[in-house]
């Protein structure tokens, strides 16, 4: 909302106090004021002309020479380039050493050889926004009314001297899109009286009844409506001080009789609309819901399709006005028009809103009845707009109105107690300061005790609690007058929580490892949302689903993230390392929502490692992935409780997946997809884990333990051991430090050998084992007696015997 500093002076008392210093009082009372603009700032020297002589110049086709009086003591000479231009105006003058906007310094010239003494200016060049100037003026130079003075300054007749407040609104504060009620904020915000305008206006023997009448069929969308009939209309040019006010406040004037509405729109905050009666096409106003599929031409010549959730203005049989919205082409004002019929009414926003929506119109109307104008001023903004039409339109109002009204809006009345706002604001107001508060606001108060009953104006629709009188007080008194206090009790530092903090350590780890977040939708389809599942159980299914593909909450994230691959494979985004860390959803028997749980998933295809330079390449494979969260559960402490173990699982590769064990429970899985699904989302090899977080973080880390660096040295043993193909490495290493007791203190794979020159149905995995004592060297014979223990031991559990 744009507010003239100027205009708000003709409501409130603004003496000694400055447009900036107003800003901030409106800010510190919970308005936020965004800007203060002052047009005329850095602009000088520029008055009112008089064009005393105009004729062509003689070696221009284009340009006109003016002798023009400026004032002085001697008329000058200007070059003109405007079409415009004529003899007899009175016209904005830059004089020479004058400054316009964009520090533009005007000096004197000669243009083709004649002198040019000045600027004969357009509104665009003294800073006025293009799309804000008439029509009359947007090609040319700008002509004032006769009855200005010759040699004043211009700036002030343009009212370009004010300062324009931009208050940024929120939604609840609908009633400060006008200037009263803006008027009313700064008066209660001053302590000083609003000065309403004064209304009067004669009327003729004619009565609007014998002219229109009112049916309104739909009475909810439209509880209230009032016509009035002007005749004898002039339409013309508005005064300049209107078109000032408008062009203030950021609307384009057009005519007396729109730009009196607009004036009133912004004045009272309530939309009018003018039509044609000539053009209007009966003696009867119809509002009602329009047909599906009937067709309205707007104001701005566009042809609208309507729906019945659209309500009209109609003359009995064909629309002339989308409600609330905008006018008909067929009923507009124009230059002949010599009798209107004026419209006020009240529009219910949801349905306004609506109708906006479906067809992209956003107007000056539509905003405040989208947000709701105050049923009171209906009424009070015709007469007004009347009063207007009759002093600058040389209109002739009929008498009476017709209305028809089935509004029942009623002023808010809440009660709340001193106790209950100084509790709420931790304050020591007195009874008499609260009262003075509500006066201020224009409230009506009643006061018993210490309770009050307060009837909020209907220009606040906003007050309907006790939160919201208790924040009327708190800005009113000063939100800078409220002490400060602590909170109560032990406080307590912000951290993480256990689970937090591993949640952060899991997404660092992953991401140092290479891995990129993704954040995948949480539904999908029938198929997908049950594959890959941790936890088999039926899919929760959505009630209203924005589509069959958004139909099911997942039970996995595996599915959304090879979505994602096979979308960047496809646009040959070839090497691809995402990982998740979000929810699935279990349905749970008996309850009505889901349990929720939160998984952390990955995928991986392509190349691992690329050096061109060594010419080195990796490409991802099972054991990156495990290698992957091999270090997560290293960084999460819970290495020691893993295990892995071969599974087969539905769209997994049958010999390329391991399930993942904590403590003996399911985890998770690691491993290759299908080929047959490679193939259908024609992805190469790509590796996926997905783990329960839940389960995961829940684990207590092993307390951090350090071992002194050995002093004595330590003795290795290999040995490669001929097991069944069956029989697991990870078996046969448990088994191994299982046996080997203290002294044993490290067991590495190093070697699998299958092939010519071993039995069918057998397999070699060498082991490499250490051990040490920190506290002496060892003999040969403990290490011996150790290390039998060790074979004695895997021939017995699995079998193995010791390769030649």
Same mark, same amino acid.
């Given at each position: 909302?744009?507010?003239?500093?100027?205009?708000?002076?003709?409501?409130?008392?603004?003496?000694?106090?400055?447009?900036?210093?107003?800003?901030?009082?409106?800010?510190?009372?919970?308005?936020?004021?965004?800007?203060?603009?002052?047009?005329?700032?850095?602009?000088?020297?520029?008055?009112?002309?008089?064009?005393?002589?105009?004729?062509?110049?003689?070696?221009?086709?284009?340009?006109?020479?003016?002798?023009?009086?400026?004032?002085?003591?001697?008329?000058?000479?200007?070059?003109?380039?405007?079409?415009?231009?004529?003899?007899?105006?009175?016209?904005?003058?830059?004089?020479?050493?004058?400054?316009?906007?964009?520090?533009?310094?005007?000096?004197?010239?000669?243009?083709?050889?004649?002198?040019?003494?000045?600027?004969?200016?357009?509104?665009?060049?003294?800073?006025?926004?293009?799309?804000?100037?008439?029509?009359?003026?947007?090609?040319?130079?700008?002509?004032?009314?006769?009855?200005?003075?010759?040699?004043?300054?211009?700036?002030?007749?343009?009212?370009?001297?004010?300062?324009?407040?931009?208050?940024?609104?929120?939604?609840?504060?609908?009633?400060?899109?006008?200037?009263?009620?803006?008027?009313?904020?700064?008066?209660?915000?001053?302590?000083?009286?609003?000065?309403?305008?004064?209304?009067?206006?004669?009327?003729?023997?004619?009565?609007?009844?014998?002219?229109?009448?009112?049916?309104?069929?739909?009475?909810?969308?439209?509880?209230?409506?009032?016509?009035?009939?002007?005749?004898?209309?002039?339409?013309?040019?508005?005064?300049?001080?209107?078109?000032?006010?408008?062009?203030?406040?950021?609307?384009?004037?057009?005519?007396?009789?729109?730009?009196?509405?607009?004036?009133?729109?912004?004045?009272?905050?309530?939309?009018?609309?003018?039509?044609?009666?000539?053009?209007?096409?009966?003696?009867?106003?119809?509002?009602?819901?329009?047909?599906?599929?009937?067709?309205?031409?707007?104001?701005?010549?566009?042809?609208?399709?309507?729906?019945?959730?659209?309500?009209?203005?109609?003359?009995?049989?064909?629309?002339?006005?989308?409600?609330?919205?905008?006018?008909?082409?067929?009923?507009?004002?124009?230059?002949?028009?010599?009798?209107?019929?004026?419209?006020?009414?009240?529009?219910?926003?949801?349905?306004?809103?609506?109708?906006?929506?479906?067809?992209?119109?956003?107007?000056?109307?539509?905003?405040?009845?989208?947000?709701?104008?105050?049923?009171?001023?209906?009424?009070?903004?015709?007469?007004?707009?009347?009063?207007?039409?009759?002093?600058?339109?040389?209109?002739?109002?009929?008498?009476?109105?017709?209305?028809?009204?089935?509004?029942?809006?009623?002023?808010?009345?809440?009660?709340?107690?001193?106790?209950?706002?100084?509790?709420?604001?931790?304050?020591?107001?007195?009874?008499?300061?609260?009262?003075?508060?509500?006066?201020?606001?224009?409230?009506?108060?009643?006061?018993?005790?210490?309770?009050?009953?307060?009837?909020?104006?209907?220009?606040?629709?906003?007050?309907?609690?006790?939160?919201?009188?208790?924040?009327?007080?708190?800005?009113?008194?000063?939100?800078?007058?409220?002490?400060?206090?602590?909170?109560?009790?032990?406080?307590?530092?912000?951290?993480?929580?256990?689970?937090?903090?591993?949640?952060?350590?899991?997404?660092?780890?992953?991401?140092?490892?290479?891995?990129?977040?993704?954040?995948?939708?949480?539904?999908?389809?029938?198929?997908?949302?049950?594959?890959?599942?941790?936890?088999?159980?039926?899919?929760?299914?959505?009630?209203?689903?924005?589509?069959?593909?958004?139909?099911?909450?997942?039970?996995?994230?595996?599915?959304?993230?090879?979505?994602?691959?096979?979308?960047?494979?496809?646009?040959?985004?070839?090497?691809?390392?995402?990982?998740?860390?979000?929810?699935?959803?279990?349905?749970?028997?008996?309850?009505?929502?889901?349990?929720?749980?939160?998984?952390?998933?990955?995928?991986?295809?392509?190349?691992?490692?690329?050096?061109?330079?060594?010419?080195?390449?990796?490409?991802?494979?099972?054991?990156?992935?495990?290698?992957?969260?091999?270090?997560?559960?290293?960084?999460?402490?819970?290495?020691?409780?893993?295990?892995?173990?071969?599974?087969?699982?539905?769209?997994?590769?049958?010999?390329?997946?391991?399930?993942?064990?904590?403590?003996?429970?399911?985890?998770?899985?690691?491993?290759?997809?299908?080929? *047959?699904?490679?193939?259908?989302?024609? +992805? /190469? %090899?790509?590796? &996926? =884990?997905? !783990?329960?977080? #839940?389960?995961?973080?829940? @684990?207590?880390?092993?307390?951090?333990?350090?071992?002194?660096?050995?002093?004595?040295?330590?003795?290795?043993?290999?040995?490669?051991?001929?097991?069944?193909?069956?029989?697991?490495?990870?078996?046969?290493?448990?088994?191994? *430090?299982?046996?080997?007791?203290?002294? +044993? /203190? %490290?067991?590495? &794979? =190093?070697? !699998?050998?299958? #092939?010519?020159?071993?039995? @069918?149905?057998?397999?070699?995995?060498?082991?490499?084992?250490?051990?040490?004592?920190?506290?002496?060297?060892?003999?040969?014979?403990?290490?011996?007696?150790?290390?039998?223990?060790?074979?004695?031991?895997?021939?017995?559990?699995?079998?193995?015997?010791?390769?030649?």
């Amino acid at each position: 909302m744009f507010v003239s500093y100027k205009w708000l002076q003709e409501y409130v008392d603004l003496s000694g106090v400055t447009p900036e210093e107003l800003a901030e009082k409106i800010t510190r009372s919970g308005i936020e004021v965004e800007g203060v603009e002052r047009k005329s700032e850095g602009v000088s020297g520029v008055v009112i002309g008089y064009v005393m002589e105009r004729e062509q110049h003689p070696n221009a086709d284009k340009l006109s020479k003016c002798l023009v009086d400026i004032g002085a003591e001697e008329p000058v000479q200007i070059i003109c380039g405007a079409p415009n231009v004529a003899q007899g105006q009175k016209v904005p003058v830059a004089t020479v050493g004058a400054v316009l906007p964009g520090n533009f310094k005007i000096k004197k010239a000669k243009l083709r050889g004649e002198a040019s003494h000045g600027m004969i200016c357009s509104l665009k060049e003294l800073g006025i926004d293009s799309k804000l100037v008439s029509k009359d003026y947007s090609e040319g130079i700008f002509v004032f009314p006769t009855d200005v003075e010759v040699g004043t300054n211009a700036l002030e007749a343009l009212d370009l001297d004010d300062a324009i407040l931009e208050l940024g609104l929120t939604p609840n504060r609908s009633d400060c899109l006008s200037m009263l009620g803006v008027a009313y904020e700064v008066a209660a915000i001053l302590g000083r009286d609003v000065q309403l305008p004064k209304i009067e206006v004669a009327s003729t023997s004619e009565k609007t009844e014998d002219y229109i009448s009112i049916n309104v069929e739909a009475k909810e969308d439209n509880p209230l409506y009032v016509a009035k009939v002007m005749k004898n209309v002039k339409v013309a040019p508005s005064p300049l001080w209107l078109q000032n006010r408008l062009m203030t406040a950021g609307i384009r004037p057009h005519n007396n009789v729109v730009d009196i509405t607009n004036f009133v729109l912004l004045e009272y905050g309530q939309p009018l609309h003018a039509f044609d009666y000539d053009q209007f096409g009966s003696q009867e106003i119809v509002v009602r819901k329009a047909r599906s599929g009937e067709e309205l031409v707007t104001l701005d010549d566009a042809k609208r399709t309507l729906t019945d959730s659209h309500l009209v203005i109609t003359n009995g049989s064909e629309p002339v006005a989308l409600a609330g919205v905008m006018g008909g082409a067929d009923s507009e004002v124009t230059e002949d028009t010599t009798t209107v019929l004026l419209e006020s009414a009240y529009f219910a926003p949801q349905t306004v809103r609506q109708a906006s929506k479906d067809h992209g119109l956003r107007s000056e109307a539509s905003t405040r009845f989208e947000k709701g104008v105050d049923p009171n001023r209906v009424v009070l903004a015709a007469d007004r707009a009347a009063e207007l039409l009759v002093q600058f339109a040389g209109a002739e109002m009929l008498e009476g109105d017709v209305v028809a009204n089935t509004l029942t809006i009623e002023p808010s009345t809440v009660r709340i107690t001193l106790d209950k706002i100084n509790a709420s604001l931790g304050t020591s107001i007195t009874v008499e300061e609260v009262i003075n508060i509500f006066e201020r606001l224009q409230f009506q108060v009643n006061v018993t005790g210490t309770t009050f009953e307060v009837i909020a104006p209907t220009r606040r629709g906003d007050i309907s609690i006790e939160a919201d009188l208790v924040e009327e007080v708190a800005r009113l008194y000063g939100y800078d007058r409220i002490p400060l206090t602590l909170p109560a009790g032990e406080s307590q530092p912000g951290g993480l929580s256990p689970y937090q903090l591993k949640r952060r350590i899991s997404r660092k780890t992953l991401e140092g490892a290479g891995l990129n977040q993704a954040i995948t939708y949480s539904l999908t389809n029938d198929v997908k949302a049950t594959q890959y599942a941790l936890v088999k159980r039926d899919p929760v299914k959505l009630i209203m689903p924005m589509s069959e593909e958004r139909s099911n909450l997942r039970l996995s994230i595996v599915p959304q993230l090879l979505e994602s691959v096979s979308y960047n494979v496809a646009r040959q985004n070839d090497s691809i390392a995402f990982y998740e860390i979000g929810s699935v959803f279990l349905k749970e028997e008996g309850q009505e929502l889901p349990y929720e749980i939160e998984h952390i998933a990955g995928a991986l295809t392509g190349l691992w490692m690329h050096h061109p330079w060594q010419g080195e390449k990796k490409a991802v494979d099972f054991f990156v992935a495990k290698g992957i969260l091999e270090e997560l559960f290293a960084k999460l402490g819970v290495s020691k409780n893993i295990q892995y173990k071969p599974v087969q699982l539905d769209g997994m590769h049958p010999g390329r997946t391991a399930e993942i064990l904590l403590k003996d429970e399911v985890l998770g899985f690691v491993g290759q997809i299908h080929p *047959e699904v490679q193939k259908e989302l024609d +992805l /190469k %090899e790509t590796y &996926v =884990f997905e !783990l329960n977080a #839940g389960t995961l973080f829940g @684990e207590e880390k092993l307390p951090l333990q350090y071992n002194s660096i050995p002093r004595f040295p330590s003795i290795t043993r290999d040995i490669a051991l001929v097991v069944n193909s069956s029989v697991l490495a990870g078996d046969i290493e448990r088994t191994i *430090e299982e046996a080997g007791g203290s002294l +044993l /203190k %490290e067991v590495a &794979v =190093f070697d !699998l050998y299958e #092939g010519e020159h071993m039995e @069918e149905g057998k397999k070699s995995v060498a082991f490499s084992l250490k051990y040490f004592d920190p506290n002496r060297t060892l003999t040969d014979e403990e290490v011996v007696k150790a290390h039998d223990k060790v074979l004695a031991a895997v021939k017995e559990k699995v079998g193995a015997e010791l390769r030649g």
